[in-house]
């Protein structure tokens, strides 16, 4: 028990220290953001810009960045591989080589082709192009998009949070054949697996099956509930608020509960029983939309916009002390800023846990249904 | 300009849904506090429908 609180109290220490640096690591950045080049920059137009920037994914991990006394913008974090699969074949370089340009300005030369980085997708330069031209609405005219398969930030933040999560629940799995009660950090993970299993898999699956099924949902449930919380760190993780990352999850869920579906699902799909002749069609229609298009659907957009929604709300709040410092001064802007988005911060850290359990939740729901032998009538 | 009206529109009826589920639920259990988990449960789900509805719309309208 004492063992057990300490790891409680450790855990909650480190992760409000973090949360406190998230707020740090964005002042940095933004307090730069309106004394760029010397001349006056519009600070909403740099905070909305800033948010955008962090809510989408990006070719390089930069932890923070400041304008320096010599007017030179410092960068401080690493450079990820990109993977480039283009007309002649794969193509890899570091993302440094982009120099943090996001606008097209800078060309990478690599293997006789030339690439350019704008609005964080990478482009290939026609033949015999030296520099990106743009026609009237921004769009490149003389270099088209190429197959991006890079590491970038959400694909760091998936491989890292998969280890650790293999780590972590292959060490607890080891420590039953050794002991009856897993020891150390082992010990707060085994009341969260008992959890998904007993509320989550078992009731909504069904006594008969569920076994099958809990391994997929335990993951999925961790694996979004982790990366919800390191989206919540400085680090600036927005993995599950990517269109891409939810989609996969919500099309794993939607092929387990078609490839599992009994005789008695698909009959009460496209033939439903009991009912008039002439309605059936038209049921069939709605059931077969519901199960193909809906249901995933619902899950994917839920994820990404619970997630990229409050990751916006977060900063927003951060950016009141810069936005307001002008009219109720720099204390005071500090000071609301810190309290709204102190508390804001703690109903993420609620609708993490909410948004992992929904999913596994309605995931459950959705196999429930589908391997359910519909003997009772 | 439409869409940031439809979009208003959009949350007022995604609250006028989220107060009669929770309404409901809390009548539910102050009558069956036995059957709170069930009810609690059944809440969230319907809740997160709704939401998923809510913001499905406010995708397509922004």
Known sequence: ?377 | MYNLIGAGLIVIGAGIGLGQIGGKAMEGIARQPEATGKIQTAMIIIAALLEGLAFGALFLGK
Not at chain 1, 77 to 90: K, N, R
Not at chain 1, 242 to 251: D, E, K, M, R, Y
């Open chain 1, 1 to 377: 028990m004492k063992i057990a609180n300490k790891s409680i109290k450790f855990l909650t220490v480190i992760a409000i220290s973090l949360f406190t640096l998230h707020s740090y690591a964005f002042s940095t950045e933004t307090n730069t953001n309106d004394q760029n080049d010397g001349g006056r920059v519009n600070t909403k137009e740099e905070v909305e810009a800033y948010i955008l920037h962090h809510i989408k994914d990006s070719h390089d991990f930069s932890l923070f960045s400041y304008t320096g006394d010599d007017g030179q913008r410092h960068h401080f974090g690493f450079p990820l591989p990109v993977i480039l699969w283009t007309s002649e074949g794969l193509v890899t370089f570091m993302s440094s080589e982009f120099h943090h340009n996001d606008d097209g300005h800078v060309i990478v030369e690599k293997d006789g082709l030339k690439f350019a980085k704008i609005h964080s997708k990478i482009y290939e330069l026609e033949e015999g192009a030296a520099t990106v031209s743009f026609d009237e609405t921004h769009h490149a005219t003389n270099a088209h998009k190429v197959l991006d398969l890079s590491i970038t930030k959400s694909v760091v933040g998936i491989l890292v949070i998969g280890l650790l999560l293999l780590l972590w629940f292959s060490n607890l799995a080891k420590q039953y054949k050794t002991k009856q009660i897993p020891t150390g950090f082992a010990r707060v993970l085994e009341p969260l697996v008992i959890y998904v299993r007993d509320e989550i898999a078992r009731p909504n699956i069904g006594e008969k099956h569920y076994r099958r099924f809990s391994g997929y949902l335990l993951t999925v449930f961790f694996f979004i509930w982790t990366l919800n919380l390191v989206g919540l760190t400085p680090l600036g993780f927005n993995v599950t608020g990517q269109l891409g990352v939810t989609a996969c999850l919500a099309f794993f869920t939607l092929v387990i509960y078609l490839t599992s579906g009994t005789k008695g699902y698909w009959m009460h799909m496209v033939w439903m029983p009991g009912v008039p002749v002439l309605i059936r069609p038209i049921l069939a229609i709605i059931e077969l939309a519901g199960a193909f298009l809906i249901k995933p659907f619902a899950l994917l957009v839920r994820l990404f916009a619970n997630i990229s929604a409050g990751h916006i709300v977060v900063m927003s709040l951060i950016a009141i002390m810069f936005i307001l410092k002008e009219s109720i001064g720099t204390i005071g802007a500090t000071g609301l800023s810190l309290v709204l988005s102190f508390f804001i911060t703690l109903i993420e850290v609620l609708v993490a846990f909410l948004q992992a359990y929904i999913f596994t939740m309605l995931s459950a729901l959705f196999i429930g249904m589908a391997v359910d032998d519909y003997e009772h009538h």
